[in-house]
């Protein structure tokens, strides 16, 4: 999978959720915690790590500047 698509499918998995976290975040009024569950983390506070480390921001400055 790393040979086609330049990544690890651990890599890819994360792209894959932060992307539908990013159009729940700005499309909605779910909560953190529920759009966690929804792209398959346990807790908010690992998508909040995650968008935090991946994009450099938190949830608040994603839903100020969709």
């Known amino acids: 999978m790393q040979s086609v698509l330049g990544k690890s499918p651990l890599e ?3 792209d ?6 990013l159009h729940l975040l700005t499309t909605g009024h779910a ?4 759009i ?4 398959g983390y346990a807790e908010g506070v690992t ?5 935090r480390r991946k994009l450099g921001c938190g949830v608040r400055e ?5």
Do not use: M, T
């Open 62 to 66: 994603i839903r100020r500047n969709p």
């Open 47 to 51: 998508l909040r790590a995650l968008l």
């Open 12 to 14: 890819y998995l994360q």
């Open 16 to 21: 894959l959720r932060i992307e539908r976290s």
């Open 36 to 39: 966690a569950a929804e792209v």
């Open 31 to 34: 909560g953190v915690d529920q």
